[in-house]
Structure formats: structure tokens, C-alpha cells
């Protein structure tokens, strides 16, 4: 069973930064695309970032000088550093995962979402 799990949101004020951590757990053969989705009530989910397992990255205009994503193979994980918060950043953070199981077919996963709150 594969999961993931993601931490580090919270409260910040304008201006600041916050770092979310997602580790992917289980019975996991290979990870390839891993990203960052953001919801805020009445919207839709959007693609704040993206990372290959080459590592190519993508971005959001909204967030690109600001956020940055990385991630370490070795430990199933992703990162998005962001920096110089405003308070439209304001939303659930969701990872992502395209994984292949060692068990089942290759799918789509998502964590639970983490909250982030940007105000002064």
C-alpha cells in the first residue's frame, strides 16, 4: 500500500517563507513525476509545481521565482521551498505522485493536504 504524506504547512506573514515535505511510503518499485497541487475553497486544484525523476522541474507563473521544488530519490521524497509568501498563496497544499507499486499497476496518488495561511 502506498502513501504519502505531507508536513511543514502552517501560519506565515507576508513576506515569509515555509518549506512542505511529502515522503511516499509502502510498497513503491518507482517514482516518477512528483508535484505540489494548491486548493482554496470554490476553486479548482492547481499545479503549483512539478519535478521529474530526471529532475526537470515546472512551475506555476503565479509562484515561479518564489517556489522551488526539489526532491531526494533516495528518501521518497519532495520538497517546495517557498519563499516571499503573499497572502493569494493561502490554500490546502496537496503532493502528488505518479508511482509504480511492486505490487498492482502504475497510478496517481495523493496525500492528505497540508494547510498553508499567509496574513499579517
Known amino acids: 500500500q502506498v502513501q504519502l504524506v505531507e508536513s511543514g504547512g502552517g501560519s506565515v506573514q507576508p513576506g515569509g517563507s515555509l518549506r512542505l515535505s511529502c515522503v511516499a511510503s509502502?510498497?513503491?518499485?518507482?517514482?516518477?513525476?512528483m508535484n505540489w497541487y494548491r486548493q482554496t475553497p470554490g476553486k479548482q486544484r492547481e499545479l503549483v509545481a512539478g519535478?521529474?525523476?530526471?529532475?526537470?522541474?515546472n512551475y506555476a507563473d503565479s509562484v515561479k521565482g518564489r517556489f522551488t521544488i526539489s526532491r531526494d530519490n533516495a528518501k521518497n521524497t519532495v520538497y517546495l521551498q517557498m519563499n516571499s509568501l503573499e497572502p493569494e498563496d493561502t490554500a490546502v497544499y496537496y503532493c502528488n505522485a505518479d508511482i509504480l507499486p511492486r505490487l498492482g499497476s502504475r497510478g496517481d496518488y495523493w496525500g492528505q493536504g497540508t494547510q498553508v495561511f499567509v496574513s499579517s
Open positions: 509502502g510498497s513503491i518499485l518507482t517514482i516518477y513525476t
Open positions: 519535478i521529474r525523476s530526471g529532475g526537470s522541474r
